[in-house]
Nanobody, 116 residues
Framework: QVQLVESGGGLVQPGASLRLSCAAS????????MAWHRQAPGKQRELVATITSTGGTTNYADSVKGRFTISRDNAKNTVYLQMNSLKPEDTAVYYC?????????WGQGTQVTVSS
């Protein structure tokens, strides 16, 4: 079981960058696969990026590929989402997710707003 707290969201102009952090507490962070999801107003929650427990493999939604980077620091029990070249369509609540086999845990979300 793991508890997750996201931070780093905010209001930025198009083209700006943000780095989201997800701090984990509990046992055995290093064995969990991690992901970022987002939910925009009026839309379903969508998968943004995933990273394996070791950080060796990452995957991205087509809409963010080349702009976003997911990473993790297992020594700090933290996963990050570096977001560059932000667009208005990136506006959403971003959620951190941890999973291991049948277990899945979610953070509370952090708001990202991209607006001119």
């Amino acid at each position: 079981q793991v508890q997750l707290v996201e931070s780093g969201g905010g209001l930025v102009q198009p083209g700006a960058s943000l780095r989201l952090s997800c701090a984990a507490s509990g046992s055995s962070f290093s064995i969990y696969a991690m992901a970022w999801h987002r939910q925009a107003p009026g839309k379903q929650r969508e998968l943004v990026a995933t990273i394996t427990s070791t950080g060796g493999t990452t995957n991205y939604a087509d809409s963010v590929k080349g702009r976003f980077t997911i990473s993790r620091d297992n020594a700090k029990n933290t996963v990050y989402l570096q977001m560059n070249s932000l667009k208005p369509e990136d506006t959403a609540v971003y959620y951190c997710n941890a999973r291991l086999l049948a277990m899945s845990s979610w953070g509370q979300g952090t708001q990202v707003t991209v607006s001119s």
